[in-house]
């Protein structure tokens, strides 16, 4: 019994012959007749067009090699043999469900020079010939159908043999008969062939071959077809004399193939014969279908793309099937209805775009194969109803007459004589009116006197505004420009310079950037800051410094950068009275500041000096003046110190410290320790400064200590004799003694001194 998925398949076969399905590749047409249709395969679009191998599979059940199982192809030294692309085209066979003609194994053309060159004798000939012939149909024994055993032996001219053939004249006639007997050893399944050309009607040559390969199967010799090359000049008709011809051959046992069929035709091609041409390929389908010893329908070829009719007779092409785009031609379409078959309708167009533009909408899509024409569809609502607005032959439509604002919705149907392809992917589309906008970016830029800066303005179109479009730039501020690069364009940007010269106006002002172009004018605006160009001073606060001999004096330069400067600057002083030494901290920066300290050596020049301080960097200098004034008085701020004894008495003693200043005395700290010797106690204390002077003393076992401090906010001017007293009672002991000390703390010019000393 048999399967029950069988059962199904034979049902849903006679199913769809009932209704008339019809095939719609050669392949299903033909094997639905019980023909194979087949082409020869060129290797380099078989290995680098997927196109081609795509046609080659959905439109063939069978193939051969154009040349790669050729001797020199396939035996390129006498040791060595190179399958690589016969088992290539073998595998794509088997995967693809298609069988295999092999082509060929003995001709006098396409043998290597390593053959006819060898000086070999005839046995060694036989030998090579055999080693051929076992090795190449051995390796595709069972996987080749057909051999081509023997290609083109019979003359063109005389009925005999041709006898400048390699192999007839280092064998003899008896070539043939060996070839086909070392193939059938090889592989006693495949079925094998004399082919030839001009051998198809009726004719000397037709006979000659006839006799041939009567003789051949006289003669016993495995033969089993006859293969008619029907290399053909348009127009070809198929003639009784090719049915007669098939049936005497059949009448030997033979099988006919059609092996290598091409229709050239006189360039340049015309309509009219891609019509005859038809016909040929027609009526050799026809006389296939009608001979019952013709299975096989081969083709050199199927793309005019690939066909050796141009590179061998000149003048001529376009002898194939499809056409250089893997379309088919008329060809094809009668070979298909002449097996039965037929195209549906085609299928549905892809790639759809739609381009909406001013009141209209353009529309293009990829072509369909078989199409005839395009029905273009319209909704205003997606999803249809489609009203068809166009019938056109091409594969693009301009639909005009449209409302702006208004989206439409487009589908597109391909249609031939079988009918009416399905709606493609539908696509919308938005007319607008002509018209652009303008946007600059950035919208603010901000330029130094004496420099540059750049907008991006873009020009953005709608509703197929194509005009050029003119720039300009008002309300710039006094001394900038503006350049657009470029000036007009019919594209979507320009760049837009703005330059200001050293005397720019500074500050902001509102640019405004105007497009004029196809009737219309169209604005935007952006600010521009003009900064001044980079540039900084110096300052001292306060700029008038003091400082006293020996001592020093700190004070902060500001640096005040504008315009961006950001270089650093060095620092130097200029002008300094002598003794004095000027440093900075840093000495160099690329901040806004840094501290210049005065040092006063105690010989420093007294007086006012006006000093400069420089800073230079980034190519430029700028100064400030410090109006200093060093005090003069030596070491010690222009203050003396002068310890001296006022009474020295067994009962009484007075010491005490004058003190002249020049300079004025901010701070004073006045001590005096006097020992507590035999019967010494404290009797007073009293400065002649006055009651900004605040009095203390300090009473131990051992000392005294008197204390006068200038009082908190007080100060004291220059003055001279300004005394400050210890005194002592005393029963025995007369000071001063040793260890009687004084220190003496104050600040003038900002810098604090000590003096100390003993009576
Ligand atoms: C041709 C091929 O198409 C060419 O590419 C090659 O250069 C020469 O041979 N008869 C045959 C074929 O038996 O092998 C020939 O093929 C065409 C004529």
Redesign the pocket.
Known sequence: MLPRINWLALCLLALSLTIGVEAQTLRDAAAARGLRIGAAVNMSPFRNEPIYTQTLGREFNILVA??AMKFDAMHPAQNTYNFTDADALVTFAEANNMAVRG??LVWHS?IPGWLTGGNFTRDQVIAIMRDHIMTVVGRYRGRILAWDVV??AVSDNNGQLRTDSFWYQRIGPEYIAMAFQFAHEADPDAILYY?D?SAEGAGAKSDAVFNLVSGLVNQGAPIDGVGW?M?QINPFRIQQAHRTNAQRLAALGLEVSIT?MDVRISLPTTAQELQEQALAYRDVVEFCLSQPNVKTLVM?GFTDKYS?IPGFFSGFGDALIFDVNYQPKPAYSAMLSALGGGMGPPPVPTGLTATAGNAQVQLSWNASTGATGYNVKRATTSGGPYTTVATVSTTSFTNMGLTNGTTYFYVVSAFNSNGESANSGEVPATPLAANFTLSANPTSVTINRGASGTSAITITRSGSFSASVALTASGLPSGVTAAFNPGSTTGTSSALTLTASSAATTGMMTVTITGTGGGLTRTTTLTTTVNPAPDFTLSSNPSSLAVNQGASVANTIAIARVGGFASSVSLSASGLPSGVTASFNPSSTTGTSSAVTFMASSSATPGLTNVTISATGGGLTRATTIALTVNGGGGTGGVTVTPAINANSPWYNEEVIRLNNTGTITSLSVTIVIQRTTGVGFNGQYNTVGGQILQSNTVTAATITYQFNLASGQTLGPGTNRTFAAQMSGTGTIHPTSGDTYTVTYTTGGVTFTQTGHF
């Open positions: 154009e040349n082509h060929t396409q290609n083109e082919n050309y090359q290399h290598e050199w050796w």
